[in-house]
């Protein structure tokens, strides 16, 4: 087990009616005006948003509001959360939605509290010192910002996506009650549940050793998340298999299932962002689609993980060949994608990309031939043009 530093600051509020807590939360946070952010108006119909302000006035907290978040949130929607939040003297952030929501709300926070141009963070050319803080209603479980560092934004000057990531925008609360994710369409829905099993297993599959502990977790968030996905396809409103799901989605991106590795591959999270960024999809769908063609490219190079995986997770009978055992799991895998109507390849995700197109995406990935992504395997622009090859 590898030296490791788990800092898990954020207040989990968990299960059903507590979106009603939201004012006395932010009451203990001594702010004096609030910034309530959502996205394209889900929250708005199911009555959400009425419950929050219901909550903020019993409390006499002063808010203003931004919707209009999208998925693969927007750095031009961040410029005005900054410049409104400038104006009304904000702060404090509340998101009230899903990861586009909480991420866009991280980013506003990096522009309130550092000077000069806050996608400068995301273009990596500097770090940022602060961020205002931010609590979280979340409304779908999937990319698990809730309880993490990161934040994902899309530059539509070239619909570029990156990451950035720092301890300063972990969220103070969240607030999750899993009947707020019963109004779902099951593709979002199935696609956060993929999002949660990549967030662990792009930590699982590492090249660390003897994690029993870790191992153990992991796994077991694994075979969770897929059984109550399954569950969920066919009865969207079972509070159980929400609160299972919801619950893994926080645990598997808040660090726990990376103590004592080398901090994972993301590769397949890279390859994906691209994707994100050009042709807009799903997070969690871009992941099932590039998945199965990086774990074929790369598993000889950590067989005996992706034999674990098979093994423990899919069910894969123990057997002298690994690296049978890895391949036989890797199809496992894209078997329960297909079974839960998620992709395995970019045409099922629904894009096709020009020759020319899988070039732009390579060039963006490999920061035009300038670095290598993931670790199992160290992938140059070059590998990653034939992983996007193997998954049209
Ligand atoms: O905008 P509304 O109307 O709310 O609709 C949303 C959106 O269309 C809808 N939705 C959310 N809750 C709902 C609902 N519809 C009905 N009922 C509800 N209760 O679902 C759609 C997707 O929402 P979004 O917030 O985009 O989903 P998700 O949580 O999957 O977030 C995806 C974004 O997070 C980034 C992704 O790259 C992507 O940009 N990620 C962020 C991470 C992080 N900050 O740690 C890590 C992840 O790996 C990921 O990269
Ligand atoms: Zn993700």
Redesign the pocket.
């Known amino acids: 087990m590898l030296n490791f530093n788990y800092y898990t600051p954020t207040r989990v509020v968990f299960g059903k009616g507590t979106e009603n807590e939201v004012g006395a939360l932010i009451k203990e946070q001594n702010r004096k005006k609030v910034l309530v952010h959502?996205?394209?108006?889900?929250?708005i119909r199911?009555g959400l948003l009425d419950r929050v302000y219901a909550s903020l006035e019993a409390e006499n907290i002063c808010y203003v509001s931004l919707g209009g978040?999208?998925?693969?949130?927007r750095l031009s929607k961040v410029r005005e959360g900054i410049e409104l939040c400038r104006r009304e003297g904000v702060d404090f952030i509340l998101a009230v939605?899903?990861?586009?929501?909480?991420?866009s709300s991280?980013a506003i926070g990096y522009g309130l509290t550092n000077e000069g141009d806050v996608w400068d963070f995301y273009a990596k050319k500097r770090t940022a010192t602060a961020c205002l803080p931010i609590g979280a209603i979340l409304?779908?479980a999937?990319?698990?910002?809730e309880m993490?560092d990161?934040?994902?934004i899309?530059n539509e000057d070239g619909w570029i996506?990156r990451?950035y990531s720092s301890n300063y925008s972990r969220c103070k609360f969240a607030i999750m009650n899993p009947e707020?994710?019963?109004?779902?369409?099951d593709y979002?829905t199935q696609?956060?549940c993929v999002?949660i099993m990549?967030?662990t297993m792009e930590r699982y599959l590492n090249h660390s050793t003897n994690m029993e502990m870790t191992d153990g977790i992991s796994e077991a968030l694994l075979r969770t998340v897929m059984k109550n996905a399954r569950i969920l396809k066919n009865n969207p409103t079972n509070y159980e298999a929400r609160a299972e799901v919801m619950w893994a989605g926080s645990l598997s991106?808040n660090g726990l299932t990376g103590c004592g590795t080398d901090g994972g591959d993301w590769a397949s999270?890279q390859l994906?962002?691209e994707l994100?960024g050009m042709f807009d999809v799903?997070?969690?769908a871009g992941l099932a689609a590039v998945w199965g063609s990086w774990a074929r490219y790369v598993y000889k190079d950590r067989v005996d993980r992706f034999a674990k995986l098979a093994e423990n997770v899919l069910a894969i009978p123990h057997a002298e060949d690994q690296e049978k055992m890895a391949l036989a799991g890797i199809e496992a895998m894209e078997d329960y994608y297909r079974s839960v109507d998620m992709p395995t390849n970019l045409r099922e995700l629904g894009i096709d990309p020009t020759e020319e197109q899988i070039m732009e995406l390579a060039d963006k990935c490999s920061f035009q031939n300038t670095r290598t992504i993931g670790k199992v395997r160290a992938l140059n622009r070059e590998d990653i043009e034939a992983i996007y090859r193997m998954a049209r």
Not at 97 to 103: E, F, K, L
Not at 142 to 145: D, E, F, K, L, T
């Open positions: 959502y996205g394209s108006g889900s929250v199911s978040v999208v998925p693969n949130p939605g899903g990861g586009s929501v909480i991420d991280k409304t779908i999937a990319a698990g910002s993490s990161s934040s994902v899309t996506k990451g707020l994710t019963y109004t779902l369409p979002q696609s956060g999002d990549m967030h991106h999270h994906e962002h994100g799903a997070h969690g």
